[in-house]
């Protein structure tokens, strides 16, 4: 199971077109790990691999001013699309973003649901086993399921496929593929 984030988007200049050689420096708020990375020839830049946590972001491009943007959180197994709009400068003005829009995955049409440690102490659970907070994820359908061994009917969860895997179910708490 992948637990690393992406983050890709598109550097711009104050025309919308994209700009060419940018870089970009991801910070980790936590450890103070850095990497940089360079727009491609579509002028994207992409990020792989990066672990669930905050990040600091800063873009730089010669003739434009460099522009910060701190706290950006990423969640496990999130492919987050981040755009930055670059504005004509000396590369010794820093222009640092307070507030921004949620990540989106645009990329493609999956689904993910994070389940914290906060969020679960915060729930009544009394009576019921944490597993049960998988009704809580989008795009989970119970379904009833008989078993061979059993007379009665069984609860069974049907999960969608994993990226280049099967799909899940689960009855009496076994994974079945």
């Not at 701190?70 to 507030?99: C, H, K, M, P, Y």
Request: hydrophobic share 40%.
């Amino acid at each position: 199971m992948a637990q690393n984030a992406q983050l890709s988007g598109l550097i711009t200049d104050p025309s919308g077109l994209a700009v060419p050689g940018a870089r970009v420096l991801v910070q980790s708020a936590a450890t103070g790990a850095t990497r940089t990375v360079s727009t491609n020839g579509q002028r994207d830049y992409s990020v792989p691999a990066l672990l669930p946590g905050s990040y600091n972001f800063t873009v730089e491009a010669n003739g434009f001013k460099t522009l910060s943007q701190n706290g950006v959180v990423l969640e496990v197994d999130q492919r987050a699309r981040l755009d930055f709009a670059l504005t004509i400068g000396s590369t010794t003005e820093t222009i640092t973003v307070q507030g921004s829009a949620p990540l989106l995955n645009t990329s493609d049409a999956s689904v993910s649901t994070l389940i914290g440690n906060q969020f679960v102490e915060n729930l009544p659970l009394n009576g019921r086993s944490f597993s049960s907070l998988i009704d809580l994820t989008p795009g989970v359908v119970w379904r009833l399921v008989r078993s061979r061994l059993l007379a009665d009917s069984l609860g069974a969860v049907s999960l969608p496929p994993l990226s280049g895997g099967a799909a899940v179910q689960r009855a009496s708490g076994r994974p079945r593929r």
